[in-house]
């Protein structure tokens, strides 16, 4: 496939946290620390305690650039540190934030050969993930740029690695009208060397301008919210209290692209990727499928076993390639008839309890919204009713 150089060379389930009784019961302070960690990862604390920020800020103090909120840009201050990269912005001795060196505005990132026309440029591949990560109801477009004479290493099935100048774009509408279009750059070879910015639309949907970094709630008067630097790091990587994954572009795997929908198919890939690679099917009937494909892209990014992974518990939604049986793949050997290890709230009493969707922690925490119980934590305010009712059909199956 003939690529152009034209522009450049682009959770843990867990209870409503009372600090004040837990503190009382004779738990040490590192332990309420740890308590409070793994609430930062599930929402919004019980106010009739001390709050989460000052117990971690108290018991933790290197985790203070941010915890998460429910709200859905993350309400982050992004103001004093950019997450390994130093103090202050304005300190000589520190180099700015790595999206600092990305354009300010999106035609001038490369995605389009024309943006008043909205005509894509030759060397950009569009592509869709087959299970998409919930977005209250959004439209998204995804592409990617790989560097001419460049490849995506992707030795490691499970977590495929682009190359440095590699760029992916995600643009969100709602109904009719562009609000944000994301962009992570890869700008170095560490696994921290990546650069995620946000742009905003105008109203005549000529031109999208970089947002600040603590975000933007209602987008052009929209529902829809522009996350927060940090936020972005709670899902794709290294983000203070866990998440994310080293590939840090989820949606662009082969699991994800394993599909007659995928926009450019693994064999018309083959140029890009350092090694050939056959398709994945996920394992099981179609219910199956359906329940383990979006809790993989809901639920994994964040709940897995790799170095990135929210550490509170030992669970995983992540699919692995080698899982060939429902009974290898994560969600079974880590949720199904397995009891809660920290969050017991309601009247659930499992993870996921074959046939019974109204007693599993995974379905309460789906159908949460607003509060500390909500799953998956940022990056949405809306219940996605279809996504657990998949989820629903296939524990009422088992």
Sequence with gaps: MERMNKHWKTFAFMPAFDASRLASSGFCAARVGVAALSLACSGSVNQTGPSAESIIRDTHPHSDEDIHS??????????????????????????????????????????????????????????????????????????????????????????????????????????????????????????????????????????????????????????????????????????????????????????????????????ALSDYLTQPVPSYTIPGDETAQDALGYLHANCGNCHHDGPDRVPQVDLSFWLDAEATTIEQTGTWRTAVNQPNVLFNDQHVVGRIIPGHPEDSAVIYRMQQRGNNAQMPPVATEIIDEAGIADVADWIRSL
């Design 70 to 267: 429910n709200s859905h840009n993350g309400e982050h201050s992004d103001d004093a540190t950019e997450h390994g990269e130093g103090r202050a912005h304005g300190d000589p001795e520190v180099a700015p934030p790595k999206e600092d060196a990305l354009p300010v505005k999106l035609s001038e990132t490369g995605l389009y050969s024309n943006i008043r026309t909205k005509e894509i440029s030759d060397d950009i591949l569009h592509y869709a993930p087959q299970y998409a990560l919930w977005s209250d109801g959004a439209t998204k477009e995804r592409w990617a740029f790989i560097p001419p004479d460049t490849q995506v290493d992707n030795s490691d099935v499970n977590n495929w690695s682009v190359p440095v100048g590699s760029r992916f774009f995600k643009e969100f509408s709602i109904g009719d009208q562009r609000v944000e279009t994301r962009l992570i750059e890869r700008v170095g070879d560490g696994p921290r060397d990546f650069a995620f910015v946000s742009y905003l639309w105008n109203e005549a949907q000529t031109e999208a301008t970089k947002v600040d970094p603590a975000g933007l709630p209602n987008a052009l008067g929209t529902s829809h919210d522009i996350p927060s630097k940090m936020a972005c790091l709670q899902c794709h990587g290294t983000y203070p209290l866990g998440g994310g994954r080293p590939s840090r572009m989820l949606g662009f795997s082969l699991i994800q692209l394993s599909h007659e929908d995928a926009g450019i198919s693994l064999d």
